[in-house]
């Protein structure tokens, strides 16, 4: 019988578990990409790419069309360079949704105040992306992103009931989540 990592890797292979690349930089996400079609080529199956903190991913957008390649956007840094020195542009989320990649944002370790995944949807917004695409940034596309989206990501009857009450619009800068419920259950209450 085959043993559990090998299991697992075949479930890689078949695209049933997605390969999460780390890759800030142009080059690195090419490389990751370039895996995935050199694996397919070599009959070895159709894994799921998704490149995590890819901050150079506007470059390439067709590449990403190309090859089915989702993108996990890191936090926007003040100056526009990653720790990585990679260039993150302003608009690189709604460049990326433009050309149809699926795009989420991400607070990475969350525990910066201006890394917030609030703060990051609003900022994908000045970048251009409307509240429509920031929201589904940060909800269905990481649920779909992880094959999840079935229970998770959207309000309907059916999925799984945790939700953020928020005392204005979400992601605007004056506004704070008031209430939470996980799993239909109030975990913060706004009374």
Known sequence: EASEGTKTLQRVLEGELPVIAQAWATQDIRTAVFLKEEMAREGFGEMRIVIDAGAEAWREPAMLVRTGTAVVLPPMPAQGRT?????FAADCAKVLQDNGVVVALSAHDGSNPAGRLDVQAGLAMRGGLTRAQALRAVTLAPAQILGIDGRVGTVEAGKDADLVLWNGEP?????RPVGVL????LVLDPR
Not at 83 to 87: E, I, L
Not at 182 to 185: D, I, K, L, N
């Open 182 to 185: 996980v799993g239909g259950h």
């Open 171 to 175: 992601f605007d800068a004056t506004s």
């Open 83 to 87: 720790t990585d020195q990679a260039f």
